[in-house]
């Protein structure tokens, strides 16, 4: 049985991996990486999975999650930039614990953008030698417009009608390295 960190747990790619790793009949011990446990546990309840206290911001967190671990499934918070301070010690702490593979959301076309985390942190994985996968999204861009009605009761314009418009799909482009 191999143990899969999931860091992001509670939120959009983290939630959407441990629902399909439940479906599927695999041999994985899930863990959910959690900066607040005992807040967010709730939002995993339903699940066959084991929660962590995971927090990026606190580097005391990272061996306890990761010393069961094989796989780091690895998202960025949007809000965390700082590599040098919370990225690079958490790929050491991922050496030192031997954690087998990596996997890390990025984005599209990162290697032409160096000053992006993405780009850094990539650059750190590939440097650890750690086996990784990067997934690559493009950009989702909603455009919601809102279109004026007449009320014919009132006249009085009624905005109750959006169109999403989407510019871009989401795409995967995995980079897988095997060393």
Same mark, same amino acid.
């Given at each position: ?45 339903? =699940? ?8 990026? /911001? ?20 949007? #809000? ?6 919370? =990225? ?15 996997? =890390? ?12 985390? #993405? ?9 650890? /030698? ?20 007449? /009320? ?26 095997? /060393?």
């Amino acid at each position: 049985m191999k143990n899969i960190l999931i860091t992001g747990a509670t939120v959009n790619a983290g939630m959407a991996l441990i629902k399909a790793l439940v479906k599927l009949n695999n041999d994985f011990k899930i863990y959910a990486g959690i900066r607040n446990v005992e807040k967010n546990k709730h939002l995993l309840s339903g =699940f066959q999975l084991k929660t962590t206290h995971f927090d990026f /911001n606190d580097t005391a967190t990272f061996k306890p999650s990761l010393e069961r671990c094989d796989i780091l499934f690895l998202v960025r918070p949007p #809000q965390i930039s700082k590599v040098t301070k919370i =990225f690079k010690p958490l790929i050491e702490t991922a050496i030192q614990c031997a954690v087998k593979h990596l996997v =890390f959301i990025s984005v599209q076309g990162v290697e032409k953008s160096k000053i992006i985390p #993405q780009y850094k942190i990539e650059k750190l994985i590939v440097e650890s /030698n750690i086996h990784y996968t990067f997934l690559a999204f493009a950009l989702i861009i909603w455009i919601q417009i809102p279109i004026m009605f007449l /009320n014919s009761a009132s006249s009085l314009p009624t905005f109750y009608l959006f169109f999403s418009i989407i510019i871009l799909f989401m795409t995967f482009l995995p980079t897988v390295r095997n /060393n």
